[in-house]
């Protein structure tokens, strides 16, 4: 791969184009290259025969129609049509097709990591040993009829100047929790709910049904459930109507808010963070800058024995044999691998495949199929072994790698990420994307300077100054990681100024 800081931020023949693998044929353009510009790449001289967008490929010999091209050293796709060197490389001449792996499978047994000494953060300790990075109070819906009613909650102490320490009352409406299946995809709504009502970010809530509805506040109530000390459940027919039942929460949370108010940020180490790992509206660059540089914060933190989950089962596809290779044994790789056939299945039902993945924006940032996007994206989980696969939703309770079963679909994949117990989550976009989410921080890391200086509002990381040739991977990788602990311990991130509360429950079932 070449040196990028050897690349400079004006363009020349020799670093307009980055070559990523000594065995791709293509290289990716670093700024728009006219038609005739000469390029020198890794000592192969090619002229551009046509003009070639930022972010695009380039082809640095002709290939034949047939052939395969590659990046990342991995294939990703065959050339529909013969191809000129110094052509342009994309959907017009680059053909999908699912590959036929072959998987490593690990040997032994990997031991976990051990919580190693090292920088700390304020945080508030829960009664199970899990550590917050914020203090709120959530105010839940069980259903879509509790959804507007929750929100009312919220909103009623939005002008109110709460005590510090409480970082705010937010609500979790959706559009779920009734008309659907019982079954697998009541139980997965109900798992999804419990894990942000049980979550290490909020101090207090409250679950709010309709009282008819499908999925019964009565589940997550009891001696037994988690945090039930701190759970108040009510519903809006039992409370008598939408008016009187936001007095009432607004009484229960007032009582929510003193104790909150008593719980005080203290040390804790770095080993009590769980990042979530996720990126929307993705580029060429993605795989390039800001994944790779979050990975080296990915690393840095499950050395440390912290916790990092990468998600989106739709965009490891076509790489997760690179992840085999990684799990700490061979039942862990099984259950990755279970996750990916089960999808396949799941898209089956609707006549879907991998590829309706990527969307008009990662196309036109230069993205020509789910293998090219799916191998730039597991660069954010770093070179970790892959310590666990659990379920969408499901707790993670093992330090390290973890892989969770989620879509793409950024809001749906946050709202795994959280239920699972992330306290933090850091998200990269090529394109622009504008996410965040109710009770957990999210880092937003642009990967290319274009996006970031367009987007100030959004973002938090520029890692488009590595394909500028002012940093280096490393250096990004390490301000992310400087920037998590920062953020860990209060420091706000632009998401959270902005207010923004995605929050989406995956849907498996029909609606009935």
């Not at 076509?318 to 799941?346: I, P, Q, S, T």
Request: one cysteine or more; hydrophobic letters at 40%.
């Amino acid at each position: 791969m070449t040196n990028l800081l050897e690349i400079q931020a004006l363009p020349t023949a020799e670093n307009s184009a980055i070559h990523l693998h000594a065995t791709d044929n293509v290289a990716v353009a670093r700024v728009p290259i006219a038609a005739g510009t000469p390029l020198r790449v890794e000592g192969i001289s090619v002229t551009a025969v046509e003009a070639i967008p930022a972010g695009h490929k380039i082809a640095l010999k002709p290939i034949d129609a047939g052939a395969v091209v590659r990046r990342y050293g991995q294939v990703i796709g065959r050339a529909s049509r013969p191809i000129r060197a110094g052509a342009h490389i994309h959907t017009h001449n680059l053909a999908y097709e699912e590959l036929e792996l072959v998987y490593e499978f690990p040997d032994g047994d990997i031991p976990l990591p051990a919580p190693r000494t090292g920088p700390a953060f304020l945080g508030y300790r829960r009664e199970d040993g899990r550590v917050g990075t914020r203090n709120y109070i959530a105010v839940v819906a069980a259903s879509n009829c509790a959804a507007h009613t929750s929100e009312l909650i919220a909103e009623s102490f939005a002008q109110e100047t709460l005590p510090p320490g409480v970082d705010g009352v937010v609500p979790f409406p959706h559009g779920e929790g009734c008309g659907m299946s019982i079954g697998p995809d009541s139980e997965q709504l109900q798992r999804t709910l419990s894990g942000v009502l049980d979550h290490p970010n909020v101090s207090a809530a409250i679950i709010l049904g309709l009282g008819c509805e499908v999925n019964q506040i009565d589940h997550y109530l009891g001696p037994h459930a988690p945090k039930s000390h701190r759970l108040v459940g009510m519903t809006v027919q039992g409370s008598g109507g939408t008016r009187a039942t936001v007095e009432a929460a607004r009484q229960q949370i007032r009582k929510q808010i003193e104790r909150a108010a008593e719980e005080k940020r203290t040390e804790a180490p770095a080993s009590k963070i769980m990042l979530g790992l996720n990126c929307g509206g993705s580029d060429s660059f993605s795989g390039i800058t800001a994944n790779p540089a979050l990975g080296v914060c990915s690393d840095m933190l499950a050395e440390l024995g912290g916790t990092t989950v990468l998600a989106e089962t739709t965009e490891i596809f076509g790489a997760e044999h690179l992840l085999v290779r990684r799990a700490r044994n061979r039942a862990v790789a099984e259950k990755l691998l279970a996750f990916v056939e089960g999808y396949k299945k799941y898209l089956r039902q609707f006549g879907g495949s991998f590829n309706d993945n990527p969307s008009p924006g990662n196309k036109e940032g230069g993205l020509t199929n789910i293998l090219e996007k799916s191998l730039g994206a597991v660069a954010k989980a770093g070179i970790s072994t892959l310590t666990d696969a659990v379920a969408y939703a499901e707790r993670v309770r093992t330090p390290g790698f973890v892989f969770m079963n989620t879509p793409g679909y950024d809001p749906v994949s946050l709202t795994g990420l959280a239920a699972g117990g992330c306290n933090l989550i850091a998200f990269t976009t090529g394109r622009g994307s504008a996410i965040g989410f109710p009770s957990i921080p999210v880092i937003k890391i642009a990967s290319n300077s274009a996006t970031y200086n367009r987007m100030r509002d959004n973002m938090d990381v520029n890692a488009g100054s590595i394909a500028d040739g002012a940093r280096t991977v490393g250096e990004v990788g390490r301000d992310i990681f400087d920037l998590m602990m920062r953020v860990a311990s209060g420091e706000r991130t632009r998401s959270e100024v902005l207010g923004h509360q995605e929050f989406v429950p995956w849907r498996i079932g029909p609606v009935m």
